[in-house]
């Protein structure tokens, strides 16, 4: 039988093959703001890992929000594939465990009304030691700083968890806040979620609650308006792809994300490469 050690690290390189570039680990009694959702989803939890998918900087910085919206469906895609995978690999060790949404589905109900994951991944993320908190509100990443998506996982196993950082890895530059186009920050991670929602969720749920007041209240002009105009279109997209963001500025002005290429280079050192090792052999039958 694997130790706590042995099953933390063969957990993480299992991540770390399968779309993860961070992993950390903090014990669920770690986390008492998320205490009842964590339980509700799974009772004998004891440890929960976060992962996180790099972004593509070039593609969250075109002036083509297509390609930055593509991106995004493919990082979120990575982080979620990688917290399914290893939620496989420990239950197939006898460790309940369950993966938990990036971004969607999430709680419609009152008083979420979908606002509110049922663990805040940042959160997690700073107590597991991934990063710290930036001034966009953000988890701002030695590695890849704020130009990442991230998802996880609790488990039963008693996984071995990660120490916080003992840094403040933001620089606190203020050029997330001084470049927000909605205006929606300003700064030590207070943002105005209103101000927020209106330009990345743009063609999102408001959009489609105004659309339908539009379409009972309007007149025959503005009916035809509401149906044949872009914007039902560009909701059909989101729609169909799930992803509604419209704004990558906090993400991409962050000059930490600029240093992630050098990062990238380092990820072959020694200690990465035995993890990713680990991995291999963590799937080969015993």
Not at 89 to 116: C, Q, T, Y
Not at 157 to 167: C, G, I, K, M, S
């Amino acid at each position: 039988m694997m130790g706590s050690s042995e099953m933390t690290q063969r957990a993480k390189s299992v991540a770390l093959e399968h779309g993860a570039d961070l992993v950390g680990v903090v014990k669920a009694e770690d986390l008492p703001e998320h205490e009842e959702g964590i339980s509700r989803i799974l009772a004998s939890s004891e440890s929960v890992m976060v992962v996180a998918s790099r972004h593509s900087l070039a593609a969250i910085r075109s002036p083509n929000n297509q390609v930055a919206q593509f991106d995004t469906v493919h990082s979120y895609g990575e982080a979620e594939r990688a917290a399914h995978r290893t939620a496989r690999f420990l239950e197939s060790k006898g460790h309940p465990s369950v993966a938990i949404p990036a971004f969607i589905p999430i709680d419609m109900a009152a008083p979420k009304k979908g606002m509110r994951g049922e663990i805040c991944w940042r959160r997690a993320g700073v107590r597991s030691g991934l990063g710290s908190y930036g001034e966009n509100g953000l988890l701002i990443t030695r590695e890849f700083g704020a130009a990442i998506r991230i998802s996880g996982l609790v488990t039963a196993a008693d996984l071995e968890a990660d120490l916080p950082l003992d840094e403040d890895v933001c620089d606190h530059c203020m050029r997330c806040v001084e470049g927000c186009p909605a205006k929606a920050l300003s700064g030590e991670g207070k943002i105005d979620k209103k101000r927020c929602g209106d330009v990345i969720f743009a063609y999102g749920f408001r959009y489609f609650q105004r659309m339908l007041k539009k379409i009972l209240e309007g007149n025959s002009t503005a009916t035809r308006e509401a149906i044949e105009g872009t914007g039902l279109l560009e909701m059909w997209q989101t729609f169909m792809t799930g992803n509604y963001y419209y704004c990558f500025h906090c993400q991409s002005q962050c000059p930490a994300s600029a240093l992630y290429p050098r990062a990238r280079e380092s990820q072959d050192s020694d200690a990465h490469s035995s993890l990713l090792r680990d991995s291999r052999e963590a799937r080969e039958p015993r």
